[in-house]
């Protein structure tokens, strides 16, 4: 059991990172997710889904207009007929792209979003043809990602992902020391300590939520981010909201019992 009996959680019967189908990475209707979240008894669901802008990758892991077009419309429909049993929130997990700034703000900008998540999933590095996923289990890319080392990786990474709580209207950041997840001889340095340090001093200042993402009890048998990490926010009075990061229905609200046990 994850020792998080001091750390604080607003709000720990909504689930605040949830995916549906169209990103292409995810199963089930989101009527599924909206129903097994009545069934877990929480109180409110939140639709975060991937947007990002410019990116190269093997295949397409995000929404585009058309389908965020499909997102809303399904998602009122869904909270026409469970109106009163569970609120449904639309948001949106953008995926910072510095070359890509602008139309990011654009396309934010055009919709209404519940939630806007920042997170950073792939960094442009030179002399390779198509952007580094750091989140992937491709085995190509993780390879990739151990020849170019993962202490420079994960600089660029606190770096950018720093520079996206500065630059993006967000509202919550998502899996903050998530990349190369699959990497299990991942570990921080000082250095990177230092960064996330000065990356929740941003936070902070903009008054920003930090999520507790329990998909990392599931993948390395600790949620993202670590507990120091969680001490680190609670000591600048950041509110932390718990998200499951599903990708399939039955994944919502995953472990949440073991940060609030009369939650579920």
């Known amino acids: ?8 959680i607003q709000n720990p019967a909504s689930d605040h990172h949830v995916h549906t189908k169209l990103c292409g990475h995810a199963t089930g209707e989101m009527e599924q ?3 097994t979240a009545i069934e877990k ?3 409110k669901i939140n639709f975060l889904e991937h947007m990002e802008e410019e990116i190269s990758w093997k295949t397409r892991t995000w929404l585009q207009e058309s389908d965020f077009d499909k997102y809303f419309a399904e998602g009122i429909r869904l909270r026409s007929i469970y109106k009163g049993q569970i609120e449904i929130g639309l948001g949106v997990e953008c995926g910072y792209n510095p070359d890509a700034t602008e139309t990011l703000l654009k396309r934010l900008a055009q919709r209404q979003w519940d939630e806007i998540g920042i997170s950073c999933h792939f960094l442009k590095i030179e002399g390779l043809n198509e952007h580094l ?3 992937t289990r491709n085995e190509e890319n993780i390879a990739i ?4 080392g993962t202490d420079i990786l994960l600089t660029s990474y606190f770096h950018s992902l720093t520079e996206a709580v500065q630059i993006l209207p967000g509202t919550i950041v998502c899996h903050l020391d998530g990349p190369l997840r699959h990497l299990p001889e991942l570990q921080l340095r000082d250095s990177h300590y230092m960064q996330i340090d000065n990356l929740l001093k ?14 990392g ?3 390395r048998g600790e949620q993202f981010p670590a507990l120091r990490i969680l001490a680190m926010a609670q000591d600048y009075d950041i509110t932390m909201h718990l998200g499951s990061d599903a990708h399939k229905p039955e994944d919502v609200g995953s472990n949440f019992q073991q940060f609030w046990p009369s939650t579920l």
Do not use: D, H, P, W
């Open 33 to 35: 997710y909206v129903q």
């Open 145 to 148: 990602c151990r020849s170019i």
């Open 217 to 219: 009890l599931r993948i």
């Open 1 to 8: 059991m994850v020792n998080t009996g001091l750390i604080r």
């Open 41 to 43: 008894k929480l109180k």
């Open 202 to 215: 941003e936070i902070a200042k903009k008054n920003i939520t930090l999520e507790i993402n329990t998909s």
């Open 133 to 135: 996923n750091l989140f």
